[in-house]
């Protein structure tokens, strides 16, 4: 369970993205954030992985205060993290089963360095979530042979694999068209549900949010304006 109490986000710039943000993921729930550009649903995504450093506030995750990690207590909570990003975030000139690999065990320069490091277990259940995820059969095909959707469907699969205790989702559509959006959101939400993971999903398509997600939280210039269902943002508008 992630809970966000009073989140406060300036940037160096003076602009202020996020102000007194408080917020819960639960159990296996998924939540969606939106908001217009510039509302600070990525900010916020960022500060709970910390890829941005939070001004003020608290984020906890299952117990653990992750405003005040070290670099090096970060980089082993960070393996607890799922994150699932616009751009892939995969590295091209790697297979698809090495991409999938590297969540779990952290990329480490080379592949017989990590080849070392993984078990059969491990490549088992790579091909197992691959083939969920629907791009079985791809496993040895180099990433930058492969479509965009088909590139999510990869970065989920990894994610996945590191067994996590929370999915970050940063806009995994964006670069989709309709069709596959709404396939690699059905698909995404699907599993994390089957297999107990919480999502903290930013997203942009406010349709996808109300097709896909349990709850709805509404950001307008760093601060939250909604949080409800579906159906209760449907009953607002
Ligand atoms: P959203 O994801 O909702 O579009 P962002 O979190 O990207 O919103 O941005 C929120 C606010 O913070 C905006 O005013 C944006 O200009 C500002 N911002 C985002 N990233 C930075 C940055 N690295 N430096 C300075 N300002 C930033
Ligand atoms: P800031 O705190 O102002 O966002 P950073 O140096 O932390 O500056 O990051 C600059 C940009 O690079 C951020 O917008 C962030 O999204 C991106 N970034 C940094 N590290 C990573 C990473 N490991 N994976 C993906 N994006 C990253």
Known sequence: MLTITDLEKVYPTGDKAL??????VDGNEVVSIIGPSGAGKSTLIKCVNRLTEPTSGSIVLDGEELTTLSKKELRKTRRDMGMIFQEFNLIERLTVMENVLSGRLGYMGSWDAFRRNFDDEDVQNAYE?????????????????LSGGQRQRVGIARAILQRPKILLVDEPTSALDPETSFEVME????????????????????????????????????EVVFNGTPAELDENA
């Open 129 to 145: 979530i691959l083939d969920r995820v629907g791009v079985g059969g791809m496993e040895n095909k180099r990433v930058d042979e």
């Open 19 to 24: 102000q007194g943000v408080s917020m819960e």
């Open 187 to 222: 698909m995404l939400t699907e599993i994390a549900r089957e297999e107990d993971i919480p999502v903290l999903i930013n997203i942009h398509e406010v349709e996808l949010a109300l097709d896909y997600t349990d709850r709805i939280v509404g950001l307008t210039d760093g």
